[in-house]
């Protein structure tokens, strides 16, 4: 038996043992009132009954002992015969009280009470009794229908939850054989939902934590390691070297050192982006004016290709995104098509049913449709073989993804119209 199943059986047997419990303990007290009141309204009833036989003994002149006991057989329904009081001279105590005009409970060989009392000033002795059982054929199953009914309401109750719980269990355990997928997918309105929400938020983070260490190790081992190995030739070299050539290995370091530097700020960008740091402020402007301003400051700041733009949504259409962290996305796409563009980059924008997408266009080779995916992944590039800086370290488009994925939106990669690649921005305009 699982954990999971012994807990629910145990939690099972616990309420149904507290149903129980509390059931018989009511229906203990219950009985034990029902107990008293009927004893009084018995009293009450014989009380009446004796009376009754009397004022009938009264005013039917001489008794016939068996047409008496009859009629108030017939009338009180219940068994009535009469009895000489000299018959209960044996029993001392209890003739004694007979006498005395006291009502006396006996109990017959079926251990059934009856209830016998002197008629006034008369030799006679009234039994009444034992009074028909009153059996109740609905109270002998009612009862234990009412304890099953609870028993399956219980079971109804606590097995959902079982199931709500074996499925975090499963995840979890999933999660421990290096599944980092795994995820608990719980009901919504399951009272567990909060719990699994907060086991997938930590194993997302976990996953997370362990893809930034595989891409920092694969950082460390592969991106570090040529710029150092030069480095590293080029002291050896200078030592020995002409003067003539002394500067030639210096320029060789200080080009090596700068990229190490771009490496590390690439990296640390990238890291900043992380899931837990993604907090961006959201907040209201007008696009198209923002891309207009934006394409003056590049062409006045960059030497590189000049951007131009297409076409714009209407001057007075407001979206929502985070102004910086968008601009650090076009920066990072616009700055891979000043690498690849030939001639033209174009920036354009488009806002259809409540979506904002944002195009960077130019006139490069493209982007095969296999290599799409892969390279919003970090450390990726088309053709690693080539120069580094037209390749660059693999971060820009990763750190782009990023970006769009606080926005809960995506990068789109397409092939241009006139040739080249489209990559786009999407993202929910409120």
């Known amino acids: 038996m699982s954990r999971v199943r012994w807990v629910f059986l145990r939690a099972y047997l616990l309420v149904a043992a507290l149903v129980l419990v509390t059931g018989l303990g009511l229906e203990a007290l219950l009985a034990e009132r029902d107990q008293q009141a009927l004893a009084q309204r018995e009293a009450a009833l014989l009380e009446g009954a004796f009376r009754y036989a009397e004022i009938v003994r009264d005013q039917s002149g001489p008794i016939d002992n068996a047409a008496f006991s009859q009629r108030l057989t017939r009338d009180l329904t219940l068994p009535a015969a009469l009895f000489p009081l000299a018959d209960f001279q044996a029993l001392e105590a209890r003739y004694a009280q007979l006498a005395a ?89 399951s009272w567990l939902r909060p719990l699994a929400d907060a086991f997938n938020s930590m194993a997302q983070r976990i996953q997370w934590l362990l893809q930034s260490h595989r891409e920092l190790t694969h950082a460390v081992s592969h991106e570090l390691r040529t710029p150092l190995a030069r480095l590293r030739f080029s002291l050896e070299m200078l030592g020995n070297a002409e003067e003539a050539d002394r500067e030639r290995f210096r320029s060789s370091m200080n080009r090596d050192i700068e990229e190490l530097n771009q490496l590390a700020e690439e990296m640390l960008g990238y890291a900043e982006l992380e899931q837990g740091n993604l907090s961006g402020q959201l907040q209201p402007f007008e696009v198209a004016a923002w891309l207009q301003t934006y394409v003056e400051y590049y062409n006045e700041h960059s030497p590189g290709i000049a951007l131009t733009l297409g076409t714009l949504p209407p001057a007075s259409a407001v979206v929502a995104a985070d102004e910086r962290l968008l601009g650090r996305a076009l920066d990072n796409l616009v700055g891979n098509a000043q690498r690849f563009a030939r001639s033209r980059i174009t920036l354009r924008a488009q806002l259809s049913q409540g979506t904002c997408s944002v195009h960077v266009v130019d006139d490069g080779p493209g982007i095969p449709p296999d290599k799409r995916q892969a390279v919003l992944s970090a450390y990726v590039r088309l053709a690693p073989d080539e120069a580094r800086e037209r390749q660059g370290f693999g971060l820009g488009l990763a750190i782009v993804n990023r970006i769009m994925a606080m926005h809960r939106g995506e990068v789109i990669i397409a092939d241009a119209e006139s040739g080249g690649a489209d990559i786009s921005l999407r993202w929910p305009a409120v």
């Open 101 to 189: 005009g006291e009502t006396l409970q006996l109990y017959d060989t079926e251990d059934r009470p009856v209830f016998y009392r002197r008629l006034a000033a008369s030799p006679w002795v009234l039994a009444l009794g034992p009074a028909p059982g009153l059996e109740n054929e609905r109270a002998k199953w009612v009862v234990p229908l009412f304890y099953a009914f609870i028993a399956l309401a219980v079971y109804l109750w606590i097995r959902p939850l079982t199931k709500d719980l074996e499925a975090l269990q499963n995840a979890a355990q999933a999660f421990g054989r290096q599944d980092f997928g795994s995820r608990a997918s719980l009901p919504a309105g």
